[in-house]
Every structure is written in structure tokens, then in C-alpha cells.
């Protein structure tokens, strides 16, 4: 309501040529805005929604009256309709979802509705023309998506990088069939539309964050019910962002992938980025023993902040062998690997007998040269692979069901353990190319995240 009684207030009435204006949302059949003393009646709403999807022949021949003034039509189509009488002159323009509504001054021409209402259809969003660098990011305006059905629009205070982001922007990661080719797998904002046949779950002006396919960093994102989350009680949009790709992944691989129980060990390499920040709480949550690599002592100490029970700088030591002396020489049962290829010797070094070795990344390549299975058979161990995005819709809501009844409760302030995502960085939209840069940089410790736009 209040970005659309902005929109009346500053680009129309701040103009000479509209008197008075009101928004007329569609779907609700409902005056949603309008200028100060200017009262449409229902009856007149109901007449100029019927107008653009009934009446259009009539409205050409006989005019249309509005608020007990006839008005002669001068031009009427689709998507916008003219009409004139001895005092000023009245204009309808229609989106999808609203009809804007504004009286005018004779002599002027109203052309200042059809931009007014263009920027109702329109939002900032990271784009990218051919992939390549971070130079090749910008912030475009694009197109308004509009909820269909089963999906929530939802106004997106922040966003958050992830690893995908810099492979989609290179070209190298193409989003699922369908899903939406703005970068952003995750965001947190407010609920300010709701598509047919929602099932009641959410309603206008929830605190939500969602898990999703794309689309994230831009001011509006539509999002399956399912895959929402009720923002926890005293976290911030930014923290919030930082929350649903990193800890459902995290979450997903431990418990639905890995079977993770308690007093089981786990390896979790990249242990400071946001999905190993999320594991190391999450197995201790589980009641299993963390353990981590990463390539500084800043990054170590992060982890062991975070709750790790043990940490090795993978660039200084052999972290097989070090895994091997914490463990007792008994190894570890489960290993989270994004590194692949040229990790795969020293993990099957420090890999248990009956062990799990879930890779979900490969930020070394794929490549693997070696007796691999001959190794992994000797321990009778296993190598799952997973990768979220790609994953179902029933997949999905799933996983945010298990993880917003096990999980989410810990977030809460006073919950014990207290769960909490680590911002590394916050960054606004229109610096996007610098957030992509210190994420290859490999500079961060926990999330960055993305900012977007105070209002539209």
C-alpha cells in the first residue's frame, strides 16, 4: 500500500498535468490507493474493471460515467482508455493486476499514467547480457513476475551469493526448466501478493524467507507456498537472507542424504563458508562431533566459534592425517566434500569404514586419477551425490517442512542451542560486481548478502 500510494504521490500528482489518481487492483476488485480526497465508489471501480474485459465496444460508443460525470470516449483498447468532457478529461491505463485511474486537466495529455504505470509493472533485478566476469553484472529493469498458481510474490528486502550464482554467471550452471534466469537461490522480504489456490498459509505481510531456483536478487520474487519459511522472531531481513539455500543444503545433506547420528564424526571441508558454518551447528545439533578444514587461522577460528570441535588449515597440513590423530585412527563417518577431485585421496585416507563421502561441489574439477574404487571398496564405504536446486517440487517442500519444525525453532533467541547464520558482508544491489568479485576472492567468512533497493 505504501509503494503504491508513493508511485500516486510522487510521480503523478508531483506532475502538472493529473488532478487526482487511484490504483484498482483487479484481482481483489478493490480501490487499493488513492490521492488524498479523491473517493472512487465501488460501483465506478467495478465499471472500469468490466470496461477493459466486457465492455470495450459499449465503452467507445457510449462513454462511460464516473463519479456521476459523463466522460466521451476518444480512444479505448486493452491496456488503456481516453475519455473527455467539457471540464478535463479521465484516462484508464490496466496492467495484469491493477487499472490506474486518473482525472486531468483539459488541454493536457496524460502521458506521465502510462509511465506512472509501466513502473507498477516493472522491477530492479542483477542482470547479465552474455556471461563471463562480475564486470558483465548490472542492475536492469525487468518485468514484474506475477504469482501463479499455488505461488506468493514476495517483496524482497535481501538476498544472499552463493557459489551457483558465480558458476551461472560464467555460464556453466543454467537454471532448472522453468525457474527464473535472475541470479539469487535464496531471499527474505514480505508477502504482498498471493496467487490462486493458496492454501491459506501465508497471508499480506508476513516475514518471510524462501528457499529458491533463481530470481532472488531483485525487488520481487514469486515463490511456491511451500518452499516459505516464517522469518524467526528478532532476525533481520539480512540475517534472514543469509538462512534458507546455506542451512537447507547443510540440513539435507546431513540428515537426508547422510543419516547423520549422534556421536557420529563429520568432516566438513570449506567450513567457513555459509553451508559449513550451517553444518558445523547442525551436527552438533544432531548430537555428532564437527570437524572442518579452511584455509586460514581467521577462517579456523570462526569454525571453532561456530562450535567446531576440531579445525586444520588444509593449506599448511595434511588434513588426512591430523582428521586420522583426532579420530583415534578410527577416521570419520561422514565427509561434506564441494571440493572434489583433488581432495579425493586424502579423504578416503581419513574416511571410516562404512563411511559416507557426500559430494555436493566441485570447485576442484571433477577429474580423478587413481585407484579410487578399489580404495573405496576396502572400507566398504559409499559416495552419494546432491545437488539441491535441481531438486523436485514435492523434494523441496518437504525439506522445508522437516526443517522448519526440527530446525527453525533454534533460531529463536532464548533456545538452547541457539542457532544463528553468520553475515560475512552486506552489499547493495548496484554493487553486485563487488560482491561477486570478493566471493571469488574467496575472502568471506560466512554469507554475503545482498541488499536490495530501500523502496521501489
Excluded at 486518473?102 to 506521465?112: D, H, Q
Excluded at 514484474?144 to 524482497?156: A, F, I, T
Excluded at 571440493?339 to 557426500?358: A, F, H, M, P
Excluded at 529463536?412 to 541457539?418: L, Q, R, V
Aim: hydrophobic letters at 40%; one cysteine or more; proline letters at 5%.
Amino acid at each position: 500500500m505504501n509503494e503504491l500510494q508513493a508511485l500516486l504521490n510522487d510521480s503523478l500528482i508531483g506532475t502538472k498535468h493529473v488532478e487526482n489518481a487511484a490504483i484498482i487492483n483487479t484481482k481483489e476488485r478493490e480501490v487499493c490507493a488513492s490521492t488524498f480526497g479523491f473517493h472512487v465508489p465501488p460501483e465506478n471501480a467495478l465499471n472500469l474493471i468490466h470496461a477493459f474485459h466486457k465492455n470495450l465496444v459499449q465503452v467507445r460508443r457510449e462513454g462511460l460515467c464516473f463519479k456521476e460525470k459523463n466522460y466521451k470516449c476518444v480512444r479505448a483498447d486493452e491496456h488503456s482508455i481516453y475519455l473527455q468532457n467539457p471540464d478535463g478529461g479521465l484516462i484508464a491505463v490496466k496492467t495484469k493486476t491493477f487499472i490506474l485511474v486518473a482525472t486531468y486537466r483539459v488541454g493536457m495529455y496524460p502521458s506521465v499514467c502510462v509511465e506512472a504505470v509501466e513502473k507498477l509493472g516493472k522491477m530492479l533485478a542483477a542482470y547479465f547480457d552474455c556471461p563471463g566476469g562480475p564486470e558483465n553484472l548490472y542492475v536492469k529493469k525487468v518485468m514484474k513476475p506475477h504469482p501463479g498458481e499455488g505461488e506468493v510474490l514476495v517483496k524482497v528486502s535481501a538476498s544472499a551469493l552463493n557459489r551457483a550464482d558465480l558458476l551461472q554467471r560464467r555460464g556453466k550452471y543454467p537454471p532448472p526448466k522453468g525457474a527464473s534466469d535472475i541470479l539469487g537461490l535464496e531471499a527474505a522480504g514480505s508477502v504482498v501478493g498471493l496467487g490462486p489456490g493458496c492454501k491459506g498459509a501465508w497471508k499480506m505481510g508476513d516475514a518471510v524467507m524462501a528457499l529458491l531456483s533463481g530470481g532472488g536478487q531483485a525487488e520481487y520474487v514469486t515463490v511456491p507456498e511451500g518452499y516459505l519459511m516464517p522469518v524467526p522472531k528478532d532476525m533481520t531481513f539480512l540475517q534472514a537472507a543469509a538462512v534458507p539455500e546455506a542451512w537447507l543444503t547443510a540440513f539435507q545433506l546431513l540428515h537426508f542424504v547422510g543419516k547423520v547420528q549422534e556421536g557420529e564424526s563429520v568432516l566438513i571441508h570449506a567450513g567457513a563458508s555459509g553451508v559449513g558454518l550451517a553444518a558445523v551447528q547442525l551436527v552438533n545439533l544432531a548430537k555428532a562431533v564437527p570437524i572442518v578444514t579452511a584455509g586460514t587461522q581467521e577462517k579456523l577460528k570462526a569454525t571453532a566459534n561456530a562450535g567446531a570441535a576440531a579445525g586444520f588449515n588444509y593449506k599448511n597440513e595434511d588434513f588426512s592425517e591430523r582428521v586420522l590423530e583426532f579420530t583415534q585412527g578410527s577416521g570419520v563417518d561422514v565427509i561434506l566434500d564441494c571440493v572434489g577431485g583433488s581432495y579425493w585421496e586424502k579423504n578416503l585416507n581419513c574416511l571410516g569404514t562404512d563411511g559416507r563421502w557426500i559430494i555436493y561441489g566441485l570447485l576442484s574439477g571433477g577429474d580423478v586419477h587413481g585407484d579410487l574404487f578399489a580404495r573405496l571398496l576396502s572400507k566398504r564405504a559409499s559416495i552419494h551425490t546432491s545437488l539441491l536446486r535441481s531438486r523436485d517440487k514435492e523434494y523441496k517442500e518437504r525439506l522445508v517442512k522437516a526443517f522448519t519444525e526440527d530446525v527453525l525453532p533454534y533460531f529463536s533467541e532464548g533456545a538452547s542451542p541457539h542457532l544463528q547464520p553468520l553475515v560475512d558482508s552486506v552489499y547493495p544491489l548496484h554493487k553486485i560486481a563487488e560482491a561477486h568479485r570478493f566471493m571469488e576472492e574467496n575472502k568471506n567468512i560466512g554469507k554475503i548478502v545482498i541488499e536490495m533497493p530501500a523502496s521501489s
